[in-house]
């Protein structure tokens, strides 16, 4: 078996259709193999699945093991010399899937390989690379800032508006698409399952690069990810804010000491004030729907004051 497709499934079998749909359209001479991994779904319908794919081998797990540990499942139930951990929210419309995998075997130090993310509406999604998080590029994680100034040092993004073909060397691929080889992923110690929900992608580049292989960007390959699609169910008021800043202090402070976590803490509440107080301020005199956007955004930032601060219990 050449390739390993593994999905994470958690209430998402309408976007896993779609998807694995899109697989079979858009892959062609590649021997693969697709596996999901339920999470616990309370809608316990990922078994509906076989009703149109019955080649797809289905992991039911007992309980939710968070995106690592299920993740990690799927790969020691699968065969392939190739892994593809992809989100179910995602959706080919490119031979992407064969873009990644020319890549990976004609780059002898490719570690990650992954492929350009579009937002639903086909924008570019600038999250498609990423540098490794440090204080200043997360103070300065500003989508406009970002687009404006692609080629700046804290994000590098300029090879997304490029029509380069060749791959391009990048620090960070985000775990909505990374393509991995085998032996990789098993020398890198898997996806490490500190983390219940986000960073561990994160932490896997790291790990790779310890290895001194790279994470690759192929802009040649491109696909729909709709986004946020399973945690936003949840339910949870801001629970994935809590969850993305847990995940940022434990990945500070197993790469860079409790010392650096402390000091991205204390940052965040000094932005989150400064936040609240400019939001505050811009509230009266706004429509209706400005001021919902105003409200959406304090009470993101509450959430993340409040974890900085030690009161939401964000590690």
């Known amino acids: 078996m050449?390739?390993?497709?593994?999905f994470v499934n958690w209430n998402s079998v309408a976007y896993l259709r779609e998807c694995i749909g899109s697989v079979y359209t858009h892959t062609s001479g590649v021997e693969f193999e697709i596996i999901v991994v339920d999470n616990a779904s309370p809608q316990r319908d990922v078994e509906t699945l076989h009703d149109l794919f019955p080649a797809v081998r289905i992991l039911l797990s007992s309980q939710n093991l968070g995106f690592a540990g299920a993740n990690n499942l799927g790969f020691r139930n699968s065969t392939g010399d190739y892994l593809l951990f992809l989100n179910p929210d995602t959706r080919l419309i490119t031979p992407a899937i064969n873009r990644m995998l020319e890549s990976a075997r004609s780059l002898l130090d490719a570690g990650i390989v992954g492929c350009k993310l579009?937002?639903?509406?086909?924008?570019?999604?600038?999250?498609?690379?990423?540098?490794f998080p440090t204080i200043l590029n997360q103070l300065l994680d500003v989508e406009s800032l970002r687009l404006r100034w692609p080629a700046c040092p804290l994000w590098r993004i300029d090879p997304l508006f490029r029509d380069a073909d060749a791959p391009v060397r990048v620090e960070v691929?985000?775990?909505?698409?990374?393509?991995?080889?085998?032996?990789?992923?098993?020398?890198?110690?898997?996806?490490t399952e500190d983390y219940f929900m986000y960073?561990?992608?994160i932490d896997l580049n790291f790990k790779v690069a310890r290895l001194g292989l790279g994470s690759y960007y192929v802009g040649s390959g491109a696909i729909i990810h709709h986004g946020g699609r399973s945690s936003n169910q949840h339910g949870v008021s801001q629970?994935?804010?809590?969850?993305?800043?847990?995940?940022?202090?434990?990945?500070?402070?197993?790469?860079?000491?409790?010392?650096?976590?402390?000091?991205?803490?204390?940052?965040?509440?000094?932005?989150?004030?400064?936040?609240?107080?400019?939001?505050?301020?811009?509230?009266?005199?706004?429509?209706?729907?400005?001021?919902?956007?105003i409200r959406q955004a304090s009470a993101k930032w509450w959430t993340v004051l409040k974890c900085a601060a030690g009161f939401a219990n964000p590690a």
């Not at 050449?2 to 593994?6: K, R, V």
């Open 239 to 293: 629970w994935s804010t809590r969850m993305i800043f847990r995940a940022k202090v434990m990945f500070y402070r197993k790469t860079r000491g409790r010392m650096y976590a402390g000091l991205y803490q204390t940052a965040m509440a000094l932005v989150a004030v400064g936040r609240l107080v400019l939001l505050g301020l811009m509230s009266p005199g706004q429509s209706p729907r400005k001021k919902e956007r």
């Open 173 to 191: 691929i985000p775990g909505a698409c990374q393509l991995i080889r085998r032996d990789v992923f098993a020398a890198a110690g898997l996806y």
């Open 118 to 131: 579009l937002n639903s509406d086909r924008s570019i999604q600038t999250e498609s690379i990423q540098r």
């Open 199 to 201: 960073a561990e992608d």
């Open 2 to 6: 050449e390739l390993s497709i593994i």
